[in-house]
């Protein structure tokens, strides 16, 4: 059985990932704490550390086979706003899997990431290093959509191999999956649409989404995404971030959605333990990787090796 490490574990969507294709997973580290405590509930055979990865004494790791890793995304998007010092400090974690890399030579690392980590300035240098150490990489851009989630989430997945050249992430594309898989509509506190203080444009929002897709349909509520019409609930949902951003309209009447209905948009296990409060739920379920498309990656990354 190969064995392996999860850096910027989160709530663990690379080690559920991993464990569904045989990979042991020895040891899972994050900077913060509650993510820590999260990901042990979840995984408690698993090393657990709670530290900057970016001043990590790597000889502290046990020896593995595979190293996981998704780096703070934020410094690449405009989810922070207008440039700064946290957009520097965020891109630069991804220097701590080549550190790490290069102390222990895992023979296979899958990094994960946002697709705007390949406009990074400092991408061709990071490259560079990983070709230095031997490795090639196989830089795959990937919707969840396509691969059974039903949710349109694109992220890069960059594997890195001893071969001579990059190996080749073939995955089988299926039929997308609605979200209506996903909503039940006899669950959570409905309210009605035409309520007093409802801002103007939620309900303008909700007459164009009922011109466009009758009675029931999803939409973005707090903020902008899907146009200004929503979506039918026959097709995946947009990404889900870390905010409680998506509605589900039914008739004269509509509601957010609930934390069950974001776990299996994330394609995480029933079994998965999630903080009480919705707004951290959210914030882990928002941050992680999808389980289930982390699986069909390291499956084929591994036969292909």
Request: hydrophobic residues 35%; aromatic residues 8%; contains cysteine.
């Amino acid at each position: 059985m190969a064995t392996g490490v999860d850096l910027f574990a989160g709530l663990g969507g690379n080690t559920t990932g991993a464990k569904q294709v045989g990979i042991d997973i020895l040891w899972a580290a994050n900077h913060k704490r509650m993510a820590v405590d999260f990901h042990e509930l979840n995984h408690p055979e698993v090393q657990h550390r709670c530290q900057d990865l970016q001043q990590a004494d790597w000889s502290l790791l046990p020896s593995h086979d595979v190293m996981l890793a998704s780096p703070c995304c934020q410094g690449h998007t405009k989810a922070r706003g207008k440039e700064g010092p946290y957009h520097h400090k965020s891109r630069a974690t991804a220097w701590a899997p080549v550190d790490c890399a290069a102390y222990h030579n895992p023979e296979l690392v899958m990094i994960e990431n946002v697709t705007e980590l390949l406009k990074w300035s400092l991408f061709p240098h990071w490259k560079s290093c990983w070709n230095t150490m031997g490795y090639s990489l196989s830089i795959n851009i990937l919707d969840a959509a396509d691969y059974g989630i039903p949710q349109h989430r694109n992220r890069v997945f960059i594997i890195g191999t001893k071969s001579k050249s990059p190996i080749q992430i073939n995955l089988n594309k299926v039929e997308h999956t609605p979200i209506s898989q996903v909503i039940d509509l006899n669950a959570a506190k409905w309210s009605l649409v035409e309520k007093p203080g409802r801002a103007k444009t939620t309900l303008s929002r909700v007459a164009n989404g009922r011109k466009s897709f009758g009675d029931t349909f999803v939409m973005p509520y707090y903020t902008s995404g899907s146009g200004l019409t929503g979506r039918s609930i026959d097709r995946p949902i947009g990404t889900v971030t870390t905010k409680d951003r998506w509605a589900v309209v039914n008739g004269d009447k509509m509601r957010m959605f609930t934390v069950e209905e974001y776990r299996q948009a994330m394609s995480f296990p029933k079994s998965t333990i999630l903080p009480k409060r919705k707004d951290h739920a959210i914030h882990f379920l928002g941050n992680a990787t999808c389980p289930e498309l982390v699986s069909q990656v390291l499956e084929t990354a591994l036969k292909a090796a």
